[in-house]
């Protein structure tokens, strides 16, 4: 079992930064991915990034490439989502994820956070 918790959501003004904080626990990371989706009022939860636990290898969904970065600290089993430049249609609740298949987080998620809310205003 993976238990994740996210922290570091909030209220901020488009064209401002936010960094999200995912804190792991339980068993080893090591043949995992963890990464973000997020979901809007109305919508589907929506992959966002993800990071492989071994050799740190990211990959993005085109509407935050240039804008989002994720990164991992192994020592403190915590993943961050760094979100620049944010915009009102980033408005949604984030989630962080962890998954046994380290390049198809997008479709295969063994765990999953309780969200926290990210609000952007115009």
């Known amino acids: 079992q993976v238990q994740l918790v996210e922290s570091g959501g909030g209220l901020v003004q488009a064209g401002d930064s936010l960094r999200l904080s995912c804190a792991a626990s339980g068993r080893t990371l090591i043949s995992y991915a963890m990464g973000w989706f997020r979901q809007a009022p109305g919508k589907e939860r929506e992959f966002v990034a993800a990071?492989?636990?071994?050799?740190?290898?990211?990959y993005y969904t085109d509407s935050v490439k240039g804008r989002f970065t994720i990164s991992r600290d192994t020592a403190k089993t915590t993943v961050y989502l760094q979100m620049n430049s944010l915009k009102p249609e980033d408005t949604a609740v984030y989630y962080c994820?962890?998954?046994?298949?380290?390049?198809?987080?997008?479709?295969?998620?063994?765990?999953w956070g309780q969200g926290t809310q990210v609000t952007v205003s115009s």
């Open positions: 990071i492989t636990w071994s050799v740190g290898f990211t």
């Open positions: 994820a962890a998954g046994a298949r380290p390049l198809e987080l997008r479709r295969f998620v063994d765990y």
